[in-house]
């Protein structure tokens, strides 16, 4: 075992066991408890979405021998079309829980609903930060790649061609880029990013995350657990679907397998799971007259999951959209249970084709129905197959895998520091003219930050080389901290009253239109020593006033 010496750990998630049981919140509460048995001093900070409770209300309680403490969200505070990720009153919770605990490591997992924020208090605090990546929300809004026309996306650049503007609920058309850019900057400030597999690293590098600081290292599985598993005899053979019910995981592309499946008068459907895709599950189902031939379970908790994997032989995952490490996958393999799944993402490394399972085309059911009557009609191949999987995902305990996280715990770290320009966008609106000038300059790659003043804090404010007006709202305050801290300003030309100060205190620039304001941009931040003395004329200013 690695030693540790009683490190102090938060781990953070959106949610948490047992309000809401997905992937990435088995996978954090494994390694919480394993960590916490293993001699260290763990807590965990988690979203609440349960109906009860006021809007960021905080409470402790004890869940499987660890601390837990959970602040209130509500389903808009998750929403990809709205702020999701910036919310103070949740940051203000974790500022105290980092100053009363004192931890050497905070372990972040999904936190989409909590706010990014928070990394950048933990590194404050002198801790280490870890983050989990378990999906693509560091890049992409909707975290599945998948474009509006349904295709993967791998231009990680064109998320305005998705979305291009998000709330929070009071202001309005904020453009995408803003998202994008502020969880970079927040991004900056994690140690190690962990990926559970290779594809998923990967994809992040492409997205422009620094290569040096991404591990690849699988997620554990309780293997003693599953290895118990014996399955229930049965003349049919049954395929199992563990997972949401949403259009991205492809379960209407096996669906419309079945009807093309050679022997389908032997085949069970096991539908484990929930979400709003059911209703048309169901009416497909009807339409192609197989609905006989499925079961839908409805929500199993994990920890009664061994049920399903009992009248399972063969489990499906048909994605249509770049999964990272599924632990239906990982669980079944230990259960000795061979898997049919896309071939896309992470997928691919846990299923050896021929070996553990099949691979089969995305979104090609005709590719999957042959899988499925392979197994069909060669049912021999369940005992092999299944016992090839079980070989090769016998030794990837949490026991295992906790003690090669503790290595990067216990590792250095790589410091990087951001050079992009970063430009403080002020006023509760952006306007068209800067939300036009923020599309041109992305389309000509340049390399800035785009962040909402209100989205910064105290100590990252201060690292704004331009101060942006965009609105004619909320400006004074922000224009004095500017004229204070020697930052040039650019502000819309309608505003008389800021377009004279510009003039007579030569402390920025005006603009009139999206153009004008795209070129202010680049003039003052591609010149060091005119960002210094516009800055110093505004400081000036202010002294003498």
Not at 20 to 30: K, N, S, V, Y
Not at 327 to 348: D, H, L, Q, R, W
Request: glycine letters at 6%.
């Amino acid at each position: 075992m690695t030693e540790v010496n009683g490190k102090r750990i938060i781990i953070c998630c959106n949610a948490y066991p047992p309000n809401f049981i997905g992937g990435a919140e088995l996978i954090a509460h494994f390694q919480a408890k394993i960590l916490n048995e293993m001699g260290n001093k763990v807590i965990v900070f988690a979203g609440d979405s349960t109906p009860y409770g006021d809007r960021y209300s905080f409470r402790r309680e004890d869940y499987d021998g660890l601390p837990v403490y959970r602040v209130h969200l509500i389903a808009k505070d998750y929403q990809n079309d709205c702020v999701n990720f910036f919310h103070p009153e949740v940051e203000s919770h974790f500022q105290h829980l980092l100053e009363e605990f004192c931890p050497d490591i905070v372990h972040f997992h999904n936190i989409i609903g909590l706010s990014v924020g928070m990394i950048h208090l933990a590194k404050k605090s002198g801790a280490k930060t870890i983050q989990t990546l378990h999906d693509n929300w560091g890049f992409c809004y909707k975290n599945t790649t998948i474009d509006n026309d349904g295709n993967v996306c791998n231009d990680y650049s064109k998320c305005s061609e998705c979305m291009a503007f998000i709330q929070d609920g009071e202001s309005k058309n904020i453009p995408i880029r803003l998202r994008q850019d502020y969880l970079k900057m927040q991004f900056d400030d994690i140690d190690t990013y962990i990926s559970p597999s290779q594809y998923l690293a990967d994809a992040y590098i492409r997205a422009g995350f620094p290569k040096e600081k991404i591990k690849v290292l699988w997620n554990g599985v309780d293997v003693e657990r599953f290895s118990k598993v014996c399955r229930n005899n049965s003349n049919e053979i049954r395929f199992t679907y563990v997972g949401y019910f949403g259009n991205h995981k492809g379960v209407d592309v096996l669906i419309s397998a079945l009807p093309l499946i050679d022997s389908n008068q032997r085949v069970r459907i096991n539908l484990v799971g929930e979400g709003e895709a059911k209703g048309s599950y169901i009416e497909q189902l009807n339409n192609n007259h197989c609905i006989n031939m499925v079961k839908f379970w409805g929500k199993v908790d994990n920890r009664n999951i061994e049920k399903v994997y009992r009248d399972t032989d063969v489990l499906v995952l048909p994605s249509i959209w770049p999964e990272n490490q599924p632990v239906s996958i990982t669980e079944a393999m230990a259960c000795g249970i061979p898997v049919i799944v896309s071939n896309i993402g992470g997928s691919v490394e846990l299923v050896e084709d021929g070996v553990t399972g099949y691979l089969f085309e995305p979104r090609n059911e005709n590719d999957l129905a042959e899988k499925m009557d392979k197994i069909i009609q060669n049912p021999d191949t369940i005992q092999t197959f299944g016992e090839n999987g079980y070989k090769k995902i016998q030794n990837v305990t949490f026991f295992n895998q906790v003690n090669k996280l503790l290595d990067i715990y216990n590792a250095g770290t790589t410091n990087q520091i951001n050079v992009n320009p970063v430009i403080g966008i002020v006023g509760d609106r952006v306007n068209k003219n800067i939300s036009l000038a923020i599309q041109k300059l992305s389309e000509d790659k340049c390399k800035y930050w785009f962040i909402k003043n209100e989205w910064f804090s105290d100590d990252q404010l201060k690292r704004a080389d331009l101060f942006c007006i965009a609105d004619d709202s909320n400006w004074l305050l922000p224009v004095i901290y500017a004229l204070k801290n020697k930052i040039p300003l650019l502000v819309p030309e309608q505003n008389g009253e800021l377009r004279k100060l510009c003039i007579s205190a030569s402390c920025g620039l005006y603009y009139s239109n999206y153009l004008e304001a795209a070129m202010c941009i680049t003039y003052l931040l591609g010149k060091d020593e005119i960002v210094n003395l516009i800055g110093s004329n505004g400081y000036c200013y202010l002294n003498n006033q």
